[in-house]
């Protein structure tokens, strides 16, 4: 298969189904499934 190719944000593992979110950079970022706690945690805005 032929994913996208994008890589989750904290664990720098290729995403499965990544979530958009924004950083506190105002950058937009994948995350994984996984990570979506820690996005959370971060504050980090959902696109
Ligand atoms: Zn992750």
């Given at each position: 298969?032929?994913?996208?190719?994008?890589?989750?944000?904290?664990?720098?593992?290729?995403?499965?189904?990544?979530?958009?979110?924004?950083?506190?950079?105002?950058?937009q970022?994948?995350?994984?499934?996984?990570?979506?706690?820690?996005?959370?945690?971060?504050?980090?805005?959902?696109?």
């Amino acid at each position: 298969m032929f994913g996208i190719g994008k890589k989750c944000f904290f664990c720098r593992k290729k995403a499965v189904s990544p979530r958009c979110y924004v950083a506190d950079t105002g950058k937009q970022v994948s995350v994984c499934v996984h990570c979506v706690p820690y996005a959370e945690r971060r504050a980090f805005r959902k696109c």
